[in-house]
């Protein structure tokens, strides 16, 4: 078995791992790299197998729908088998068919183009095992910002490796973290992990349910209240409803993201914490109401009925970093009884960081805002605690971090192996030096 990470090994985001054995090959993820990366290590994506060639024994697994994960797939071989979990299809399908309708005729084509490739995709379940070849392939369910996330292990006669993917365990399903790897993940040889986390030790500090507790307060304290959160950030979005909804508020949302809900609750509707009641409560305060948009002068039909129904009730609206939702934002603004909230990573607000988007720091100059967030991530302690977990055997490989080195600081009880973008590494080898 040979490993070869063609992009990620000090990069967060645009991560591509190729697993190969006896001329099949299963890759991990195909991503677009973040904004702002420094791509003085990355390999080149022309990669044999995947975007060209011969992709009859080869296949691509992605772990989530996140952009810097599967954004590239439109660069595919159209012959190249795909997989993704069911409903991450389905959300990033949402996704896409709105992007396909922006103005840009660049990036609009671009998500066409996706689009298209999507329907040639195919879905898997958890711990469904999946042969490519001689090559198996197991995906796990894990907790992670983006619904539906995987780890995968892929083992061959030989050898065993676990891709971690992107994960945590400070998430509403994260608790199911250690018993998923104590009864899936032995006989581990090598971790292929994700480091996102190394350097930013706060960035997990607080639970999801610690952060919904935390908004259900703000609500019942605050009467018309805003909050600029990811659209695909599901479990965030489900956890503002029920704290809406404990709150006695109405939940606000436009019609997309209304849209993604209902697609997330017809393939969960045996967990509760994914139903949403679309019709009037018993007590009018927490009714699910919709925004519609005048999409002709690009503004939100806020009508006079609508707004003396949220002024008597109060509400939780998500609102986007769009001019369409300023007006509605201008009428409470000044009012004691509102508040603001950025539910996101604060590096898209900082001008010191690669990541920083001016539309969204120029969107909240007029406004002052409180910060409510939570990593999506895995902090130090989850990542030790899955290397105590698994024993790998031979070693882990760090990726998806801008950081890898401070592995061996932090984990020194670890052999820690470290890859240079696009060199190939032997399973088998009993030395590797990165270097040469």
């Not at 304290?221 to 029920?242: E, M």
Request: hydrophobic content about 35%; overall charge positive; aromatic content about 12%.
């Amino acid at each position: 078995m040979n490993i070869t990470i063609h992009r990620g090994t000090k990069q967060i985001g645009g991560c591509v791992t190729e697993i190969e054995s006896n001329g099949y090959k299963v890759f991990i993820d195909y991503g677009e790299q973040l904004p702002g990366t420094n791509t003085e290590y990355s390999a080149s994506l022309q990669i044999d197998g995947l975007t060209h060639g011969d992709v009859s024994k080869s296949a691509l697994f992605i772990t989530h729908y996140h952009g810097d994960h599967i954004g590239a797939i439109g660069d595919t071989d159209p012959g190249l088998p795909i997989h993704v979990g069911k409903t991450a299809l389905a959300i990033y399908k949402c996704l896409k068919k709105r992007l396909s309708k922006i103005p840009d005729p660049t990036e609009a084509e671009k998500h066409k183009i996706i689009l298209e490739r999507i329907k040639t995709i195919q879905t898997f379940t958890d711990r469904q095992k999946i042969h490519i070849g001689g090559i198996t392939v197991t995906p796990l369910f894990v907790d992670h910002s983006a619904f539906d996330a995987y780890m995968f292990i892929v083992e061959t006669d030989q050898k065993r490796v676990l891709h971690t993917g992107d994960f945590r365990s400070h998430g509403f399903k994260g608790k199911a973290l250690v018993s998923m790897l104590e009864a899936f993940c032995t006989n581990i040889d090598y971790i292929i992990c994700e480091g996102s986390n190394i350097l930013r030790p706060e960035a997990a500090c607080q639970t999801e349910h610690d952060l919904q507790n935390d908004f259900e307060t703000q609500f019942k304290n605050y009467k018309y209240n805003f909050v600029l959160v990811s659209s695909t950030n599901i479990d965030r979005i489900f956890a503002l409803y029920h704290a809406a909804k404990n709150a006695k508020r109405c939940f606000v949302c436009d019609e997309y993201q209304a849209g993604v809900l209902k697609t997330v609750s017809s393939h969960h509707k045996n967990l509760d914490f994914y139903k949403i009641d679309y019709k009037q409560w018993k007590n009018p305060c927490g009714r699910f109401l919709k925004l519609l948009q005048d999409k002709k002068n690009n503004r939100f039909l806020f009508t006079e009925k609508l707004k003396n129904y949220l002024d008597k009730y109060g509400f939780c609206m998500l609102i986007r970093a769009k001019d369409s939702f300023k007006s509605i934002l201008d009428q409470y603004y000044q009012s004691d009884k509102s508040k603001i909230y950025y539910s996101m990573w604060k590096g898209y607000l900082d001008k010191t960081k690669p990541a920083f988007s001016a539309s969204l720091f120029d969107f909240f100059k007029p406004y002052a805002f409180e910060y409510k967030h939570t990593s999506g991530h895995a902090d130090v302690q989850t990542l030790k605690t899955v290397f105590e977990t698994v024993k790998p055997k031979c070693g882990i490989i760090p990726i998806h971090t801008d950081a890898p080195e401070k592995f061996n600081d932090l984990f020194p009880d670890q052999k820690i192996i470290l890859l240079r973008d696009g060199h190939v590494f032997s399973c088998d080898a009993l030395r590797y030096d990165p270097l040469h």
